[in-house]
T-cell receptor, first 118, second 114 residues
Framework: AQTVTQSQPEMSVQEAETVTLSCTYD???????LFWYKQPPSRQMILVIR??????QNATENRFSVNFQKAAKSFSLKISDSQLGDAAMYFC???????????????FGKGTHLIIQP | EPEVTQTPSHQVTQMGQEVILRCVPI?????FYWYRQILGQKVEFLVS????????KSEIFDDQFSVERPDGSNFTLKIRSTKLEDSAMYFC????????????FGSGTQLSVL
C-alpha cells in the first residue's frame, strides 16, 4: 500500500519570503500522480499543483513549484513570494495512474499548517 | 469549470440517528468517492464506487455505512446509527478515470453528532 509522509506539522514564513514544504511517499508503482492540496479555514480542498511521475520536469503554477525527486520518492512544494492568503493546511497526496494496480482514489499525508507572518 | 455539489453544507444529528449525505458528481464522471476529515486530522479515504458497486473501502467503512447511486445523478452516503466519533467533514469526489490526473472534490458536509 502507498503511504505519504509530511514531516512538518507546522511551518512559518514571513510574507514575501519563500517556504518549502516537505513530502515523501512510498510506492512500488511506476505510474502515479502526486498532488498538493490547500485547505483554508473554509475546509474546501483546493488543488494547488500536480505532477505526473513519468515527467522529469518539475511542475510549476505561478508562485508554486515542486521539486520532484523520483528516486528519492520526495515531492516538496515551494511557495515563492508568500502571501497572507497562502495561510492554510497543505496536504500532499498520491494517486495511482490509470494503468496502475494500486489503491483507488487519493492517499493523503497528515498535512502541514502554513502560517504567514505579516 | 464543472463542480461536485454536496448538500447539506452542515448537518446536526442526535447520536443513534440515521443521516444521508448527498452529492451530485460531475455528469460524465464514472468513479465516485467519499472521504472524511475529523477536525485537525488528515483526510481519510472511506469508499470508492464504480459501475454501481463498491470497488474499494477502508476499515472505517463498516456496516454502519452504505453508499448508493439511486438515480444516475446523485451519490449518497448513509450512516445508519450515528456515533459521536462520526462527527467530521465528509467530502465527496468524482473522477472520469480510476487513476490518473485529477479528482474533483465537493465543498464538504460538516456532520456534527450530539
Amino acid at each position: 500500500a502507498q503511504t505519504v509522509t509530511q514531516s512538518q506539522p507546522e511551518m512559518s514564513v514571513q510574507e514575501a519570503e519563500t517556504v518549502t514544504l516537505s513530502c515523501t511517499y512510498d510506492t512500488s508503482e511506476s505510474d502515479y500522480y502526486l498532488f498538493w492540496y490547500k485547505q483554508p479555514p473554509s475546509r474546501q480542498m483546493i488543488l494547488v499543483i500536480r505532477q505526473e511521475a513519468y515527467k522529469q520536469q518539475n511542475a510549476t503554477e505561478n508562485r508554486f513549484s515542486v521539486n520532484f525527486q523520483k528516486a528519492a520518492k520526495s515531492f516538496s512544494l515551494k511557495i515563492s513570494d508568500s502571501q497572507l492568503g497562502d495561510a492554510a493546511m497543505y496536504f500532499c497526496a498520491y494517486r495511482s495512474g490509470d494503468s496502475g494496480g494500486g489503491a483507488d482514489g487519493l492517499t493523503f499525508g497528515k498535512g502541514t499548517h502554513l502560517i504567514i507572518q505579516p | 469549470e464543472p463542480e461536485v455539489t454536496q448538500t447539506p453544507s452542515h448537518q446536526v444529528t442526535q447520536m443513534g440517528q440515521e443521516v444521508i449525505l448527498r452529492c451530485v458528481p460531475i455528469s460524465n464522471h464514472l468513479y465516485f468517492y467519499w472521504y472524511r476529515q475529523i477536525l485537525g486530522q488528515k483526510v481519510e479515504f472511506l469508499v470508492s464506487f464504480y459501475n454501481n458497486e463498491i470497488s474499494e473501502k477502508s476499515e472505517i467503512f463498516d456496516d454502519q455505512f452504505s453508499v448508493e447511486r439511486p438515480d444516475g445523478s446523485n451519490f449518497t452516503l448513509k450512516i445508519r446509527s450515528t456515533k459521536l466519533e462520526d462527527s467530521a467533514m465528509y467530502f465527496c469526489a468524482s473522477s472520469p478515470t480510476r487513476g490518473g490526473e485529477k479528482l474533483f472534490f465537493g465543498s464538504g458536509t460538516q456532520l456534527s453528532v450530539l
